[in-house]
């Protein structure tokens, strides 16, 4: 199985920060990485898909890199909406350790 | 617009069995395939399984083989997963997800349902 090793999973921040969020596999995953946001109470929504291309409506302060086995979400300048939890999957071969542990962004 | 509703919250007492349910419309029901999710209380999100309705192609995460099953109506455009005798340690939150179809595997999940509260309890 690949398993994802997701880091930090806290993360405190304030208004205007860049945050970085890393996603590391066990093998390569080439570019099939996926980064979605979870707020309490809610299903994770897609950000970006295929490590870089970011979603419809998806604010442009958001971006993915990476391929093989290291990828990093960004967001350029955090805004009060972006506090929650992030979580990476990998869909090269999905298996039991398809999702990262999750970062949770929080206020600083 | 492409919707997954998934059934209301259930109450359960340990040994009994239950199927959840995830109606998809928006889409072709059966070229997109359908995953599962669960988070438990205050955790992260676990890959539970996978199934393409056109073809009936499932497969499981290791975690979760032989505990719970993937199906589906194509006639009524949802999807199922259910437990032959749940445990208390399956209280969660189960997702289901629309993931379109990739070269050999399935892509991302796009659309993913509100989720279904299963509570086991005696």
């Known amino acids: 199985d690949i398993q994802m090793t997701q880091s930090p999973s806290t993360l405190s921040a304030i208004i205007g920060d860049r945050v970085t969020i890393t996603c590391r596999a066990s093998q390569s995953i080439s570019t099939w990485l996926a980064w979605y946001q979870q707020k309490p109470g809610k299903a994770p929504k897609l950000l970006i898909h295929?490590?870089?291309t970011l979603e419809s409506g998806v604010p442009s302060r958001f971006s993915g890199s990476g391929s093989g086995t290291e990828f990093t979400l960004t967001i350029s300048s955090l805004q009060p909406d972006d506090f929650a939890t992030y979580y990476c999957?990998?869909?090269?071969?999905?298996?039991?350790?398809?999702f990262g542990q999750g970062t949770k962004v929080e206020v600083k | 617009e492409v919707q997954l509703v998934q059934s209301g919250p259930e109450v359960i007492k340990p040994g009994e069995s239950l199927k959840i349910s995830c109606k998809g419309s928006g889409y072709s029901f059966t070229t997109y395939w359908i995953g599962w999710v669960r988070q438990m209380p205050g955790k992260g999100l676990e890959w539970m399984g996978i199934?393409?309705?056109?073809?009936?192609?499932?497969r499981y995460s290791p975690s979760f083989q032989g505990q719970v099953t993937i199906s589906a109506d194509n006639s009524i455009s949802t999807a199922y997963l259910q437990w032959s005798s749940l445990k208390a340690s399956d209280t969660a939150v189960y997702y289901c997800?629309?993931?379109?179809?990739?070269?050999?595997?399935?892509?991302?999940?796009?659309?993913w349902g509100q989720g279904t509260l299963v509570t086991v309890s005696s």
């Open positions: 999957l990998q869909y090269n071969s999905y298996s039991r350790g398809a």
């Open positions: 295929k490590a870089s």
């Open positions: 199934m393409y309705p056109g073809d009936s192609d499932t």
């Open positions: 997800a629309r993931h379109s179809s990739g070269t050999l595997n399935p892509n991302h999940a796009d659309y």
